[in-house]
């Protein structure tokens, strides 16, 4: 009998350890759901009080996953244009709505604020039979058309998407007003969290990525046999240091524009998100913006010197010139800061 109760106590221990209990999930759904609304589309109030509500980094994931669902709709509008501008994280808040990569960058920023080892990761989704004229047509049959995120917490990495999260359940609060009547409270969504720390196996069922390090998983499959059933998959590589390559990339903002990361890319899926990080620069003063974060002088400076930084890292990872690149930023960036100094009359800062 002893020995039973001690096992029993040992496994309610390790779930304890390796999971949020279910009660204290409920309180942070009821945390997320009820986010005052003067806060709930600005960045700078959201994030302090979604972080200060948790007692630990999985708890800040768990209510950061959570908000997509409850919160934010797909914007099926988006996702068919031809050419629209990006967002930032900002933007997309305050819309509440976007596609896979303007969710996945507002993850990453939430988690970056709370100092939350995070990394986009970039592949392919199963296309539908009908998507495949028009990617051809345009021209993007081989480039990346989904983005989700892989996040650390309790020192393991998991996988996150939260573009497939909506809300799976209701639980509406009920209480006594001052007079003994019932009277509704508040609700409680619970999103849908198949894909919340999701296992390798059953996260890329449906999924390619364009590196192998973002499938968490040391046997590595080719790119090409990946989606097909476990029977007629090849194995590629074996051992491969997954946690290794995503620690670098968490630590160091070049590493996926490194020459080893381009080249493992094109090696193993023949496809790159070098462009796509490349027009996170390039494409810096054309972002759409929330009305509470207008672009700055100082945002601009920042980001000039960083994309000063990366054009060095780059020519220095692969011996040739990036200059047309530098040119191309040069003369969008220098437009930008003049207008910004004409609108805030400060021509006399350099």
């Known amino acids: 009998m002893k020995k039973t109760i001690l096992i029993l106590f040992l496994a309610l221990v390790s779930s304890v350890q390796a999971a949020i209990a279910p009660k204290r999930q409920r309180q942070l759904d009821s945390l997320v759901t009820n986010v005052p609304a003067s806060i709930l589309k600005n960045l700078d109030s959201l994030h302090p009080f979604l972080h200060g509500a948790a007692t630990s980094d999985e708890e800040r994931v768990f209510m950061y996953y959570g908000l997509f669902g409850i919160h934010f709709k797909y914007d099926q509008a988006r996702f068919k244009a031809k050419y629209t501008r990006e967002y930032t994280p ?132 080719s790119f090409k046999t990946a989606l097909r059933k476990q029977q007629n998959r090849k194995i590629e590589c074996v051992d491969y240091p997954y946690a290794q390559v995503l620690d670098c990339i968490a630590e160091n903002p070049h590493e996926q524009q490194s020459a080893d990361f381009f080249n493992t890319e094109m090696l193993y899926s023949k496809r790159t998100g070098f462009y796509y990080r490349m027009a996170d620069f390039m494409l810096f003063t054309d972002l759409k913006r929330a009305p509470n974060d207008p672009l700055t002088i100082e945002q601009c400076k920042k980001n000039f010197e960083e994309f000063e930084a990366m054009i060095k890292f780059l020519e220095s990872e692969f011996d040739k010139s990036f200059q047309d690149y530098y040119a191309v930023y040069v003369q969008s960036m220098t437009k930008e800061l003049e207008s910004l100094k004409r609108k805030t009359g400060a021509f006399s800062n350099n």
């Open 90 to 221: 900002a933007y997309t808040l305050s819309k509440r709505r976007g596609v896979c990569r303007d969710f996945a960058d507002l993850f990453l920023e939430l988690c970056k604020r709370s100092e939350i080892p995070c990394v986009v990761a970039l592949g392919s989704t199963k296309r539908k039979w009908y998507e495949v004229p028009g990617e051809i047509i345009h021209h993007k049959w081989k480039q990346p058309n989904h983005a989700w995120n892989i996040v650390k917490f309790n020192e393991e990495w998991h996988l996150m998407d939260v573009t497939w999260s909506n809300v799976k359940a209701v639980e509406k609060i009920y209480g006594k007003d001052t007079k003994g009547k019932t009277v509704y409270k508040c609700a409680i969504k619970s999103p849908l969290r198949d894909y919340y720390d999701a296992k390798s196996a059953f996260f890329y069922k449906e999924r390619n990525a364009v590196h192998p390090a973002y499938y968490l998983n040391s046997s590595i499959f």
